[in-house]
């Protein structure tokens, strides 16, 4: 069977004697002539006038700042950028008036190459292309406290006469669902901001997982900011397996990711009766699939499905090797402490480093079961604090099964957070 990994998938073969559960994602329909479908969502918004109204509505516009994701998310950025352009040209605003900010959060800003993917034909146009650079207090502008939260926003799309927000909404490890509000915090905050708002004990919360985003604190705490940094427009989608569109809704920041979530809860999660001894997991190919820090996502899926002590593989390309942009995510990965000591470190504040979240999250999942990683990646790059490491998924399987028993339980979910176990309480 092909298994997402990298840009073009591995083959895997599966022995039939294997008592195996494969997972596919449901069949979506795909949207033939996104630009146009973009167009038309942008001009028949839910909860917002149409955009060329805003436009009009505002006394004067002298910066638009689009917000798009950055090179870790396979959002189709370029067809998005080209109709929301296109719709503005005609409303009278010129490019050079424009600015992309790609949203990067705390992650490294963007090659080339990656340029070119997110911006398409528009790389060498006359729109300015800015990456948002979480440390660099120059570029932010500070609002004020809340929550315990101290408020640093990108200064280019604070200061912007028209703020558009776009994105793609699909199930997230901790966040319960990426898109809409996502885009500013972490997207667009400063490091204090997602720092605070990434706290130990908001990741620790139950609600802190795939899918919840009712009494979810990062959520919560999002939506708020959210709510006092403004925006005035949001365009966002959801995608198949092959990161084609599926659905788009535009306008009111809420109202478009209620309708994409209520979409993915339909689409995406299948129930299941009771934990398997072993899942298959990864993040869905490139560029999902890039780093071992990313790969942690794929790691709390298989936590979705697996019975304690079980075993998980993780089946990432990790093309970047560990990742992240964070030494200290590298350094605890090779701290030779315990999964136990360094979650416990972690929740009583005596590690508080950048991108703790990820080590938290990790070492959460290694106390539940053990982890193999299958990737580019050798043995001796995978840390020193307990990850398994093997070449292939069938060496992955066949020393799990020493482990398990011939008899023991296999689930496989090869396209990443595209379908999503759900255990039956």
Known sequence: MKFDYGKSGIEVSLDPSWNMTIFRPSKQDVIEDPINAIRNAIKNPIGTPSLNKIVKSKKEIKSVCIVVSDATRPVPSHLLLKGLLKELSDYGLQEEKILVLI??????????????????????????????????????????????????????????????????????????????????????????????????????????????????????????????????????????????????????LERVHKKLVNYQLKHIFKEIQEPFDIVVCGNGGYPLDLSLYQAVKSMAIGEMAVKKNGTIISVNECADGIGGGQDEFKELLYSNMSPEEIHKKVLHKEIVVPDQWEIQVLTRIMMMAEIYIVSKMKEDEIGNIGLKHAKTVEEAIKKSLNKHGSKAKILILPNGPQILPILLS
């Open 103 to 252: 949203a990067t959060g705390l992650h490294r800003t963007s090659r080339k190459d990656e340029l070119e993917r997110i911006l398409g034909e528009y790389l060498t146009s006359s729109v300015k292309i800015v990456d948002h650079i979480a440390r660099d207090k120059n570029s932010l502008t500070y609002l004020r406290n809340a929550n315990n939260i101290p408020i640093y926003i990108n200064k280019h799309y604070y200061e912007s006469d028209l703020k558009i927000l776009t994105g793609y909404v699909e199930p997230h490890f901790f966040f319960g669902f990426s898109g809409g509000k996502k885009s500013i915090i972490p997207g667009i905050a400063g490091a204090e901001t997602i720092l605070a708002n990434h706290s130990a004990e908001n990741i620790a919360s139950p609600n802190a997982r795939f899918g919840i985003y009712k009494n979810n604190p990062m959520a919560e705490n999002s939506t708020e900011i959210t709510k006092l940094v403004g925006v005035d427009f949001v365009v966002n989608v959801s995608i198949d397996e092959n990161h084609e569109i599926t659905q788009i809704a535009a306008g009111d």
